[in-house]
């Protein structure tokens, strides 16, 4: 008997043993699975990079991601909450004081995208919030999107200051931030609320505080205006060069956001306004770096969606009513006379000796600050963009001697005219420089029909105040494309002819 209840302790012991070390092992097993589980949370949660996707073309022209958001991307809720907290940098109300445009029912303005990156979603500009604009026939008109126009609204240096004021004041802190989140009613959980966005504000704020370093020389240049843009100083930005020491002459190169449309038929032309590339794909990816997209994170497959929409995106045709034919038939002539061989026979046919050809700056005689700012230098560096990515890297960029002439397909949406925008109306154009407007508003989007152009003679509509345009102020001049070879000499007559042929284009 002794024997046998040895052996049952025993036996009881190592069943005890046993059911510890079954227990260790799935409680060992439970944190495994537990740490696993966590793991593939965090990995889900902070390693997702997906963007907000659209199934309409022009919707993802309009909202489609670049990939800027991965590496420039501001965070959802810190850029719904910063006209709150930051206010008196804005000219108006909202981001829509700065030009941006809001349709109904969209809690982001056209041309900024989201995408979920890093944990949060973010978002930053794409390609729409330079070439789309709205048209209203009076002032009491409901507002026509039109896509692939310029942006005439879009008043792109203040957007840059209110951001670089906003950072650099003491309220850009998750103390102020943060409530002004939670009045929006954000959907934040716990990890938003006390990890992810305080951190994310700080990251934020440094990001544009340093960006705001980089970008001084905008603070000594004339103010731009709505619908323009100082590209290549910025473009120099990315490679360091030292603005402080650039000649004076290279510092003022604000122009107008262009058209975009009909892309396929300018494939081999002088791109840009001073025609310094010819290949459209390359362009689109120098394009691309305004909108934060670097090589690393350019999301080359919506890239391309947007590429190939843009191939055949055609411009709107004239929407003022029937023209009138027997002026149209002496227009034509005049036309083919005057503009055919640089700017093409019609707004769909571009055929024509020198479309899409330099013509030197001593012969077309227009501002130069544009042309200047775009130097051999930069044209080098250029060429180390993309390096490494087997075709992508740039090989097209050359310095010119002037600006490029360029196809007039939906020209009544292109006002103001020339390279800077510095004549108001398509009528105006056909005057001599001294009896063109010497200063005029930017910045509305009431069109005139008569003298094909935006209405440039108000102030302000309402409490927004519309931009000063100075032809005075150094890179603003508008001489040039004069003279009997541009038609300027021509009776009135003739010009209103010539201007109603080119309303159909």
Not at 235 to 242: Q, S, Y
Not at 442 to 470: C, I, K, S
Request: contains cysteine; neutral net charge; charged residues 25%.
């Amino acid at each position: 008997m002794t024997g046998t209840t040895e052996t049952r302790t025993y036996a009881e012991k190592g069943d005890r043993k046993s059911c510890h070390g079954r227990m260790w092992c799935w409680l060992g097993s439970l944190l495994l699975l537990l740490v696993l589980a966590t793991g593939v949370w965090l990995g889900i949660r902070f390693g997702t990079d997906r963007a907000v996707t659209y199934q309409d073309d022009v919707e993802h022209f309009k909202y489609g991601s670049t990939g800027g958001e991965r590496e420039s991307g501001f965070p959802y809720w810190i850029w719904r909450a910063l006209p709150t907290v930051c206010a008196d940098y804005l000219p108006g109300e909202g981001y829509a004081s700065l030009g941006m445009i809001f349709e109904k029912g969209k809690d982001l303005p056209v041309g900024v995208s989201k995408r979920r990156v890093t944990g949060l979603d973010r978002v930053f500009l794409n390609c729409a919030a330079c070439h789309t604009n709205t048209v209203r026939d009076t002032p009491q008109s409901e507002p026509r999107l039109i896509a692939g126009m310029p942006s005439n609204t879009l008043n792109l240096l203040a957007f840059e200051n209110f951001f670089f004021g906003c950072a650099a004041d003491a309220r850009f802190s998750p103390d102020q931030i943060l409530p002004a989140i939670e009045a929006l009613n954000a959907d934040l959980d716990l990890i938003d609320r006390y990890l992810v966005y305080p951190l994310a504000v700080l990251l934020m704020r440094d990001q544009v505080l340093m960006l705001k370093k980089r970008f001084d020389f905008v603070a000594h240049q004339p103010a731009w205006g709505p619908g323009r843009v100082d590209t290549f100083n910025s473009a120099k930005v990315i490679f360091n060069f030292p603005l402080d020491k650039a000649a004076p002459e290279e510092l003022i190169g604000a122009s107008d956001f262009p058209s975009i449309w009909n892309q396929r038929r300018r494939q081999g032309m002088q791109l840009h306004w001073d025609g310094n590339n010819t290949r459209v794909e390359e362009r689109n990816r120098s394009a691309a770096f305004g909108t934060g997209a670097t090589p690393p994170t350019l999301d080359r497959e919506s890239i391309r969606r947007t590429e190939n929409w843009l191939l055949d995106a055609a411009s709107p045709a004239w929407p003022y009513g029937a023209l009138n034919a027997a002026l149209v038939e002496k227009g034509s002539n005049i036309y083919r006379h005057y503009c055919a061989e640089c700017h093409g026979a019609s707004g769909k046919d571009f055929s024509g000796a020198r479309v899409g050809t330099v013509v030197p700056i001593k012969v077309i005689g227009t501002d130069r600050g544009r042309l200047d700012s775009y130097t051999r230098v930069l044209a080098l560096n250029q060429s180390m963009l993309y390096a490494g990515y087997g075709d992508e890297r740039f090989s097209n960029f050359r310095k010119t001697n002037g600006y490029a002439n360029m196809p007039l397909d939906g020209l009544w949406l292109r006002a103001p005219y020339l390279h800077n925008g510095s004549v108001p109306t398509l009528r105006d154009l056909l005057e001599p420089a001294v009896r063109r407007p010497v200063q005029f508003y930017r910045g509305y989007d009431v069109y005139d029909p008569v003298r094909v152009g935006f209405v440039h003679n108000v102030a302000a509509e309402g409490e927004r105040r519309f931009f000063l345009y100075d032809t005075q102020v150094a890179g603003n001049s508008n001489q040039g494309h004069e003279g009997r070879a541009y038609g300027t000499e021509l009776p009135d007559e003739d010009k209103e002819a010539l201007v109603e042929f080119l309303k159909s284009f």
